[in-house]
């Protein structure tokens, strides 16, 4: 995955949407899952970045992260 490639390289990228909670925190997340990181890691990598969106993003919305990060990967 390219995007993935990007940020393990020190790249950024800019996620927007109405409130930057619910559905950013989902797509963070799973990022975040790509770029190689446990998810141990990548939820409170949540919290460096936004600590409303790692608190309010939901537990169903990071098991998304994970299956999207799991059915992708292979």
Known sequence: MQLSS???DGGHVLIHCSAGIHRTGM???ALLR??????EDAAPSLERLN???AT???DHRLAWGD???ATWRG
């Open 6 to 8: 990007l940020l393990r």
């Open 27 to 29: 797509f963070a997340y």
């Open 34 to 39: 790509f770029t190689g990181m446990t998810s």
């Open 51 to 53: 600590a409303v969106m």
């Open 56 to 58: 309010e993003v939901g």
């Open 67 to 69: 299956r999207i990060h």
